[in-house]
């Protein structure tokens, strides 16, 4: 069992290490800024993974390029910009929100409240969320009160 | 008539599923269309010490090939390339991208050199500039120095009859 696990976990680390190359930052904070960077950002080629994820050539580029960006001072946002300005919004996991990405963003939101609307409505129709009248309430209560007479 | 809303969803769906799935994802729609081309600044493969920039070709329409000897693709395109340069109707310049020298001048040895010049760009800088992320790619820039079009993937007689020449012709007319 003991075996079982340790191969498990042997091979878990594998993948992650075949990918990453090794950077020396400035500071913490710096590299917290290329991590985050790297992990939003998509790589090109194998479309799927982000740049931290892929061991793609283009890849290793753009992380070598947004260590540099970020070594020079630059801002995340101006690494951010440099990318998309080359290869479009697609770069971007996290779409920024803008006139072409607002059904993106909200189109879900507001097909919620459309089926809510739907649902409001269909239930309505059918008289489930109709409270009951003054009528049906007194025979209700009623019955119950003829059946705790009963027992 | 109690079906007509739910088919009509349904009838929605199937027809913007079925856009989305003939949409090739690798096709990524370039934001460089319509923008000045990126400055570069590069060494001919066959003569290094010569250097050609974007500002050299201002003035005429010219076609940038991304080719690479470890591409498999290019070699399917160079037929098409070559036709293409033997058409005349601009020069066709390659991006020999992060490529090595010698592999390249085998490629080209081997297999014939359709390019007024390929330009070396061994560390890939250029090619991240043009935002180039799969080999082959084909670049179309007009005269103001502004790309046009651009080709993502091997082109073959269809895209070279149906929109390489008609642009080319357009753009020098």
């Keep these: 069992m003991l075996r079982l696990l340790t191969l498990c976990l042997l091979l878990y680390t594998m993948p992650l290490q ?5 950077y020396e930052f400035e500071s913490a904070q710096m590299e917290a800024e290329y991590y985050k960077l790297i992990n939003e950002l998509r790589c090109l080629v194998c479309q799927n993974q982000n740049l931290s994820g892929s061991n793609a050539d283009l890849a290793k580029d753009l992380r070598k390029q947004t260590y540099e960006m970020l070594n020079q001072g630059k801002t995340p946002d101006q690494v951010v910009q440099y990318m998309v300005d080359r290869y479009g919004d697609f770069v971007l996991y996290r779409p920024r929100v803008k006139k072409g990405t607002l059904l ?3 189109g879900p939101f507001a097909l919620l409240v459309l089926v809510l609307w739907l649902v409001i409505r269909v239930m309505r129709k059918k008289q489930i969320l109709v409270p009951p009248d003054a009528d049906a309430l007194q025979r209700a209560q009623q019955l119950l009160s003829d059946n705790q007479e009963k027992q | 008539m109690r079906f007509a809303i739910p088919l009509g969803i349904f009838i ?3 027809g913007l599923l079925g856009y989305g799935l003939n949409l090739d994802p690798k096709k990524v729609p370039s ?3 319509d923008k000045a081309a990126p400055t570069f600044s590069l060494a001919k493969l066959h003569a290094p010490q010569q250097q050609i920039s974007n500002s050299d070709l201002l003035g005429q329409v010219w076609v940038l090939n991304v080719w690479a000897s470890w591409c498999v693709a290019c070699r399917a395109e160079h037929e098409w390339v070559t036709r293409l340069a033997q058409m005349n109707l601009a020069k066709v310049f390659g991006l020999n991208y992060k490529d090595k020298p010698d592999d390249a001048k085998n490629w080209l040895r081997q297999w014939g ?12 800088r250029v090619g991240i500039d043009w935002g180039v992320y799969g080999v082959p790619e084909t670049f179309i820039v007009d005269k103001k120095g502004i790309i046009r079009y651009k080709f993502i993937g091997p082109i073959n007689q ?7 020449v008609p642009l080319l012709r357009e753009l020098s007319g």
């Design chain 1, 104 to 106: 993106l963003w909200f």
């Design chain 2, 158 to 164: 269809g895209t070279l009859n149906s929109e390489i």
């Design chain 2, 12 to 14: 929605l769906m199937v």
């Design chain 2, 113 to 124: 050199d359709p390019y007024s010049a390929s330009l070396k760009d061994e560390d890939g």
């Design chain 2, 31 to 33: 934001p460089l269309i």
């Design chain 1, 18 to 22: 075949a990918v990453i190359e090794t």
